[in-house]
């Protein structure tokens, strides 16, 4: 397992759509790994291929609390086949946008269906905390991120932030 670094917004990367995987192989494992590992570390709940620097569709998610034993969930090629009407509102953050944190009114329950470590079909219904993560999540395959759902002006503000950390960070 190893360490990588989380790309940030701008990054035109974070706007791009991942491509499936088309086999579970050792390289998929391999890079399953090290995502649950930079997530741990960060830390954070949920973190997509894409925000390693890897468009593949792939997702990490562990929304249990830290004083609780470690419960991390893998999804390869994850895909929404239901969402609730009744939505939840959750204040999000994302490692790929540090230190910013908004509500985000998203459905309060799905159901995804992927693939499992063995390559097994597989379906789970999500309700809580795990539907808005798994939700954010899958966004990001999609070239998505969660200030994408709150007001222009919010975002644009956001936006110009990063635009200029970025520009600093060059100057040096
Ligand atoms: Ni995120």
Known sequence: MALRTII????PLLKTVSTPVDKVDADVLALLDDMLETMYAAP??????????????????????????????????????????????????CLSIPDIYEEVERPAECRVRYLDREGTAQEIECSGILATCILHEIDHLNGVLFIDHISRLKRERIQKKFAKA??????D
């Open 44 to 93: 954070g709940i949920g973190l997509a291929a894409v925000q390693i620097a890897e468009a593949k569709r792939l997702v990490v998610i562990d929304v249990v609390r830290d004083d609780e034993p470690k419960q991390p969930m893998y999804f390869i090629n994850p895909e929404v086949v239901w969402t609730s009407e009744e939505t939840a509102i959750y204040e999000e953050g």
């Open 8 to 11: 940030k917004i701008p990054d």
């Open 166 to 171: 970025k520009k600093l960070e060059g100057a």
